[in-house]
C-alpha cells in the first residue's frame, strides 16, 4: 500500500501544497480573532490542522492504484459508521440533527469521514464500469450506491450535509460521461422533488427560505444571523475595523461566528482586501484540483479529484454565499476556516489524496482492458485474449 517508487515526486503540485498551508494558517489566525483572542480555544483546531498535514504525508506516498482494491470495505465501513450515528448520535436538540458520536469526551462527525470515504469508492465503482455508465441497469445499480450514504444522512436529519453529497456525486457523474439525456430527466426529475420538499418544509427550515427569499422579514428572530453577519460584512468595507476590533463579531452579535459565520468575522476585520485574499486561496486550491483531474490519464484519479474539487467548491459557496445573502442559511462550515477538528482533518486528508494522485504513476486507460469490459465492447475479443495478452484487472 506504501509505496514510493510508484510516485514521481518531481509531479507534486506545489502550488496546490503551499496555497493549502497558507490558507490553514490564515484559518487558524480568523478563528483566533472569532474565539476573541483566546488561544486556548484553537487548541483542538492546532492539533487538527497538525494531523492534517501528517496525514497529507502519510497519503502522498500510498499508492492509489492498491488502494482502489479495497473500496468496497472503504465504502462499508462508512455505511456502517452512518447507521452507528442513527443509533449513538446526539446533537438533535442542539444544532436539530443527530450528527454526532460521543465517545467519552472525544466527539466527531461521521457524515464527514464518510465523504471521503464515498468520494473514493464513488470513483472506483465508476472507473470499473466506466463503459457501461449509460446502459439503465449499471446505472441505477451506481446511483443505489451513492444514494444509500445520502438517505442515512437524510435520516438524521441532516439536509445540508446531504446537499453536499447530492453536489460531488452529480459532479462525478457528470465527468464519467454521463449521457446528456440522463442528466436531462435528472434534471427535470430533481426540480419536481425540490419543489416538493420546499413546498412542504416547517419549523426552522421553512424560516431559512422564508428569510433567503423576504430578507426584511423576522430580522430581530429567525433572520437575525444572516442580518448581524450582512452588517458585519459591510462594516468592514475595504481594509476593515482591523484584528480583534470588530465590533459586531467581537460583542457577540453574529451568532455561529467560530463555524457557520466565519466569514464575517474577517470581513469585518479584514475588510474587502482580506476576503479577496482568502478568494484567491481558494480559487487557485479548485483550480489546481481541477488541473490534475483534466491532466490525469486515469478514470480513477480523474474522478476521485472531481469529487475532491466539487465538495471543496460546494462548500464555500454556499457558506459565504449564505453569509451575504445570496444563499439560505445552511450549517455548512468553511473549510480550512470553522472551528471542527473533524471538518479541518477532512479538508487536508482531501487534498493530500490530491497530491499523491498528482505524483502517481499510474496506467492509461487505454493500456490495460478488463474481461468485462471486453465483454461490453466485443464478447468475440475474450477468445483472443491470451493471444494479445490483455492484463485481467478485474478485482
Not at 500510498?62 to 462499508?76: G, S
Not at 419536481?192 to 421553512?206: I, K, P, Q
Not at 445570496?326 to 493530500?352: D, E, K, N, R, Y
Amino acid at each position: 500500500m506504501f509505496n514510493i517508487r510508484k510516485k514521481n515526486f518531481k509531479e507534486l503540485d506545489l502550488v496546490l501544497l503551499i496555497s493549502t498551508i497558507l490558507i490553514s494558517i490564515y484559518g487558524l489566525v480568523i478563528l483566533y480573532s472569532a474565539y476573541g483572542g483566546e488561544f486556548s480555544e484553537i487548541k483542538t483546531q492546532i492539533i487538527a490542522t497538525f494531523l492534517g498535514f501528517v496525514f497529507i504525508a502519510i497519503l502522498c506516498t500510498m499508492d492509489l492504484d492498491i488502494l482502489k482494491r479495497f473500496y468496497r470495505w472503504i465504502y462499508a465501513i462508512g455505511l456502517g459508521l452512518l447507521v452507528l450515528t442513527l443509533i449513538f448520535g446526539r446533537g438533535l436538540d442542539e444544532w436539530g440533527a443527530k450528527s454526532w458520536v460521543y465517545i467519552g469526551s472525544f466527539s466527531f462527525q461521521p457524515s464527514e469521514f464518510v465523504k471521503v470515504g464515498l468520494i473514493f469508492a464513488f470513483a472506483a465503482y465508476l472507473d470499473k464500469h466506466k463503459y457501461q455508465i449509460n446502459e439503465p441497469r449499471r446505472l441505477i445499480e451506481a446511483l443505489i450506491f451513492a444514494a444509500v450514504p445520502v438517505v442515512l444522512i437524510l435520516l438524521q436529519p441532516d439536509f445540508g450535509t446531504a446537499m453536499v453529497y447530492l453536489f460531488f456525486i452529480a459532479a462525478m457523474l457528470f465527468v464519467a460521461g454521463l449521457s446528456w439525456k440522463w442528466i436531462a430527466l435528472f434534471a427535470v426529475g430533481g426540480l419536481a422533488v425540490g419543489f416538493l420538499v420546499l413546498t412542504n418544509l416547517s419549523g426552522y427550515r421553512a424560516d431559512r427560505i422564508e428569510n433567503f427569499l423576504n430578507p426584511a422579514r423576522d430580522t430581530s428572530g429567525s433572520n437575525w444571523q444572516q442580518q448581524q453577519g450582512m452588517i458585519a460584512i459591510g462594516s468592514g468595507m475595504l481594509s476593515g475595523r482591523g484584528f480583534l476590533n470588530g465590533t459586531q463579531s467581537q460583542y457577540g452579535y453574529v451568532p455561529e461566528k467560530e463555524t457557520d459565520f466565519i466569514f464575517s468575522v474577517l470581513a469585518e476585520e479584514l475588510g474587502f482586501i482580506g476576503a479577496i485574499f482568502l478568494i484567491i486561496l481558494f480559487s487557485i486550491i479548485i483550480l489546481r484540483l481541477v488541473r490534475i483531474a483534466k491532466k490525469s490519464n486515469n478514470t480513477f484519479i480523474s474522478l476521485m479529484v472531481t469529487g475532491i474539487a466539487a465538495m471543496l467548491f460546494i462548500h464555500i459557496f454556499e457558506n459565504i454565499g449564505m453569509t451575504i445573502g445570496l444563499m439560505p442559511v445552511t450549517g455548512i462550515p468553511l473549510p480550512f476556516l470553522s472551528a471542527g477538528g473533524t471538518f479541518q482533518l477532512i479538508c487536508l486528508s482531501m487534498v493530500g489524496l490530491a497530491l499523491s494522485a498528482s505524483m502517481q504513476k499510474s496506467y492509461k486507460d487505454d493500456d490495460v482492458i478488463d474481461y468485462e469490459t471486453i465483454k461490453v465492447i466485443d464478447p468475440n475479443l475474450l477468445r483472443a485474449s491470451k493471444k494479445r495478452e490483455i492484463k485481467n484487472t478485474a478485482n
